[in-house]
């Protein structure tokens, strides 16, 4: 079977070329490597353009009517593609020399199958695996709990995706700058009669770069993440059946702590009426976690401070705790 690895790349150019290099010594050759260009004003297209010497690469820019970002890019490579699976990985992301190899090993026609994959800051050689410990034996509605819930269970580059599974999805949101690989997951695992597969072998075979970009938190970049964070939820909740909404408790619990410093008065207006919708579907029964920090942002404490902060990672970690033993080994 024929892979397609399809790489986004807007400005890599620091990180690129050992990108490329790690899909060029695979040692499964029946793959092809598709790098999408989103405008870079870099050396990146020099890069990859240098790449498609091995005639397995090629070279594509995003079509200026298309609108701008990772999303639009991925889904031009699979349209454009040959490919029977798609591997998605982002332009500073790493794969095992023998990760096609691996993956297509165990492959046996699934929609989507999930791999072992680590997270690395320079070095591979010291990769952390993603979700320790996860349990590998539950269905597809317990994996959907996990990414409502904001609880990664696995990342993009972890996966290979059926072509056809794929398309008819719709592929990734373009309406997305952000949250689009919980988003994609959510509408995958949410397909009645999913066919989900687990590599049960202990090897990383592919590796997401923690960049300094992921670890630098402006105020600007707070806002921009929890209004990427609400229009993510308004998007998704659309399409969720009603008792699903109970299982974005997480994630608001999550929003709160992470951008307690730019929450104005209509963040939290925002909050109480998602709130109200969960209660609405649930007869009035949220966690005891959430109610203390809707109570904390409303009643005790309207203005971000260093103690909000604090009490609400705390609250939200007492109950990510709790939720997250259900679902390791």
């Known amino acids: 079977m024929k892979v397609s690895v399809i790489i986004p790349v807007f400005n890599n150019s620091k990180f690129l070329t050992e990108t490329l290099d790690s899909v060029q010594n695979q040692t499964y050759k029946n793959w092809e490597c598709i790098v999408v260009d989103d405008g870079s004003e870099d050396e990146s297209k020099e890069i990859a353009r240098s790449f498609c010497r091995n005639k397995r690469f090629k070279f594509l820019e995003r079509n200026p009517e298309l609108p701008k970002g990772a999303n639009s890019c991925r889904n031009l490579g699979a349209k454009e593609s040959e490919g029977d699976l798609f591997l998605f990985l ?59 819930e904001y609880f990664i269970p696995w990342n993009i580059n972890s996966t290979i995706w059926k072509r056809e599974f794929f398309l008819d999805l719709g592929g990734f949101d373009v309406g997305l700058q952000r949250f689009q690989d919980v988003d994609l997951h959510i509408r995958a695992l949410s397909r009645p009669g999913i066919k989900l597969g687990f ?11 923690r960049s300094e970009y992921h670890q630098k ?34 994630l608001l619990l999550y929003l709160y702590f992470r951008f307690e410093e730019v929450f104005e008065e ?20 949220i966690s005891r976690e959430l109610k203390y920090v809707e109570h904390l942002y409303t009643k005790f404490m309207n203005r971000p401070s260093r103690l909000r902060k604090v009490l609400s990672y705390g609250t939200y970690r007492i109950y990510r705790n709790r939720q997250i033993k259900s679902y390791l080994n």
């Open 217 to 250: 938190m402006s105020v600007e970049k707070r806002r921009f993440l929890l209004d990427q964070g609400l229009f993510f939820i308004y998007r998704i909740k659309e399409n969720l059946r009603a008792g699903d909404l109970i299982n974005l408790q997480g």
């Open 199 to 209: 590599d049960k072998a202990d090897v990383l075979s592919s590796f997401y770069r």
């Open 90 to 148: 982002d332009g500073d992301d790493l794969l095992s020399a023998e990760c096609l190899e691996h993956r297509l090993k165990g492959y046996s026609c699934q929609d989507l199958v999930i791999y072992n994959s680590g997270t690395f800051e320079s070095d591979t050689s010291f990769a952390k695996e993603f979700f320790p410990n996860l349990n590998k034996n539950l269905d597809s509605k317990d994996y959907l709990k996990m990414f409502l």
């Open 266 to 285: 209509s963040d939290t207006k925002a909050f109480q009426q998602l709130i109200a919708e969960i209660k609405d579907t649930q007869t009035g029964k």
